[in-house]
């Protein structure tokens, strides 16, 4: 991706992204808010929702850090897992100007609902082995889209390994 | 968020009322669920009120037959054998000719008539002992004309009341996830013979985890259309929604007790996924877990007073129950290394959940306090999702056995298991309300 363009996603997801932290409250607290509906304005699409809603989910496009893939139920980093994730700290320690939002993906088997708390597992695993690497906790944020945005569609071991993945979206630089 | 009309037949002034009820003889125990060996004919209702435009006569019979098709009790006799024709016919012990229902093989018989009156409907129906030559049942109801699918759906629920001694499930809705108009996940309700569908969620973003208030009036989802995992509550009725919590990461598959005053649901502190007890506005009240491991999808029994969960704290999930004012949890699942979506019985009897083994997910039940699971379903690719019906002999669940994901609807024996919808897309998630009343 270009850099000038990049710079123009960013801008957007940079204010998502500070909108996360921003809404990061402590434990038991939790205001209902009467049917607002902020969010999507001002969200560049990079993302993999953002990716999907434009059809172009799977379609090749990679931004400068890499995926990561697990084994079936697992959260583990194995030796490859922890290699791309060198890799991708030593990016953001030449970027230190970026923020990542860490995408933690199931493939397709077992329950929606377990899938989504695995995904979050996924993330964040990587945000601590990247934050053991001197990466600053606050430049990462984690999302899980359990099995919802498979990058593969077959019902094949071959696709399952795809999807079962941490995807990185730099957010801004 | 489009206004939702739906369950206008919720407000039913359908009077119900019984007509000339006779004691039924044939209870549960001479058949069961699965041999869809009582035939039964249910014949057109009579229209007394002139030749008109409306279908209510043939369409009633329909909907009757879906569900008691569905029930798996019964075999729907072809109406084109029918031999006597509502419109020269009565509908009294006197004025059915029961050899012309004998002669086709029907044990028992349905006929009744409906009048129409601007938007007002009127209709009566009976159940008959073809056999025996008696009305074993009967009920007139009145309401709008909107109102027919809910009066059908009461009477089938009538129907295996005097076969079984147990009102059937019918008279509720179903909400589930389906991708049938396009590639997005979003929420859909309907009656139990695909009627009255709605769409309640048109975002284009991802919406999981219907559930049903207790009332059956309102809808809790999770939906990412805030683009975080976001809790909301949907009146059906006003159509009016609420965002109910909105913590970083996940707020999932939230449940309301069924007293109505609380939720559980699944929240996310740095990654880990715990359960909560939040107040109806959102508020945490308390914590439920606060294990290092995945803590999902709460189910509350039918007291209201204990939780049963999915957690990984052994190192595979499985399913515990806990009081839902805390404490430790019991595990209740020891074999298999993927035990997960837990739905406790409006009986309280029983836990159905999801179990993984040789590729395949199907359903089980296990009795509360432990023992031999059940398997529901097999043999037949995925099955997952189970939810209760209202009666608790029945759960909705889905299932890829032919392709897509769709809906079926089982037996609490997992005998009889019957395609509940249709059509393009996958279907999942369902959830069963309780009765409409």
């Known amino acids: ?173 | 968020m489009n206004r939702v009309r739906l369950l206008a037949g919720a407000c039913v002034g359908a009077l119900v009322m019984q007509v000339g009820v006779g004691t039924a003889q044939m209870k549960g125990s001479i058949f069961g669920p699965g041999t869809r060996s009582y035939p039964v004919a249910i014949a057109p209702l009579k229209d007394l009120s002139g030749p008109l435009a409306e279908d209510v006569g043939p369409r009633f019979a329909d909907i009757v037959g879906r569900d008691l098709t569905l029930s798996g009790y019964f075999k729907i006799l072809d109406r084109s054998a029918y031999i006597e024709k509502s419109e020269s016919s009565g509908y009294t012990v006197d004025s059915i000719n029961f050899d012309n229902w004998s002669v086709i093989g029907a044990l028992a018989l349905v006929k009744g008539g409906y009048t129409v009156q601007g938007d007002n409907l009127t209709l009566e129906v009976r159940l008959f002992d073809v056999y025996q030559r008696r009305q074993l049942t009967g009920r007139r109801y009145h309401g709008s004309v909107t109102e027919l699918r809910r009066m059908a759906n009461k009477f089938a629920d009538e129907i295996i009341a005097q076969f079984t001694g147990e009102r059937g499930p019918f008279d509720a809705r179903f909400a589930f996830v389906s991708t049938r108009d396009g590639k997005f996940k979003e929420i859909y309700v309907m009656s139990a013979d695909e009627g009255d569908l709605q769409q309640i969620t048109k975002n284009q973003t991802i919406n999981v985890s219907p559930s049903w208030s207790p009332d059956s009036r309102s809808l809790l989802y999770t939906s990412y259309k805030r683009r975080n995992p976001d809790l909301f509550l949907i009146d059906l009725i006003s159509g009016r929604e609420t965002l109910l919590s909105q913590r970083p990461g996940l707020n999932l598959g939230a449940r309301i007790s069924p007293d109505g005053t609380k939720m559980a649901m699944t929240v996310e502190d740095d990654g880990n996924a715990d359960v909560v007890v939040l107040d109806r506005s959102g508020k945490v009240l308390r914590r439920l877990t606060d294990s290092w491991a995945i803590d999902v999808s709460p189910s509350w029994s039918p007291d209201g007073k204990q939780i049963a969960f999915c957690s990984s704290r052994t190192g595979s999930p499985q399913i515990y129950v806990m009081s839902a004012d805390g404490g430790a949890a019991r595990r209740v699942t020891f074999s298999g290394d993927y035990n997960t979506s837990p739905a406790w019985s409006p009986k309280g009897d029983l836990i159905a959940y999801v179990s993984r083994s040789e590729g395949e997910f199907n359903v089980f039940t296990v009795k509360v306090d432990g023992g031999e699971p059940r398997q529901l379903t097999q043999g037949a690719r995925n099955n997952e999702d189970p939810s209760w019906g209202p009666d608790g002999r029945y759960l909705v669940f889905s299932s890829s056995r032919l392709g897509r994901k769709k809906l079926f609807i089982t037996d609490v024996t997992g005998s009889s298991q019957v395609q509940l919808t249709h059509g393009g897309g996958d279907d999942s998630s369902p959830a069963w309300s309780r009765w409409l009343e």
């Open chain 1, 1 to 173: 991706m270009g850099k000038r363009l990049l710079g123009m996603v960013v801008v957007g997801l940079l204010v998502a992204v500070l909108g996360v932290g921003c809404s990061a409250k402590k434990k038991g607290e939790q205001a209902g808010t009467e049917g607002s509906n902020l969010g999507e304005e001002g969200l560049a699409g990079t993302g993999s929702l953002e990716k999907y809603k434009a059809g172009t989910l799977g379609a090749g496009e990679e931004g400068p850090l890499k995926d990561i893939h697990f084994a079936y139920d697992s959260i583990d980093l194995d030796e490859t897992a922890r290699g791309i994730l060198r890799d991708n700290g030593n990016w953001l320690k030449d970027h230190s100007g970026a923020r990542v939002e860490i995408e933690g993906h199931c493939d397709e088997r077992g329950t929606v609902e377990y899938n989504l708390a695995l995904g979050a597992r996924r993330a964040r695993a990587a945000k601590d082995y990247l934050v053991t690497l001197g990466i600053v906790a606050n430049r990462l944020t984690t999302i899980s889209y359990g099995e919802e945005l498979p990058l593969c569609h077959e019902h094949t071991e071959e696709c399952w390994a795809q999807n079962r993945r941490d995807h990185f979206v730099v957010a801004s630089e």
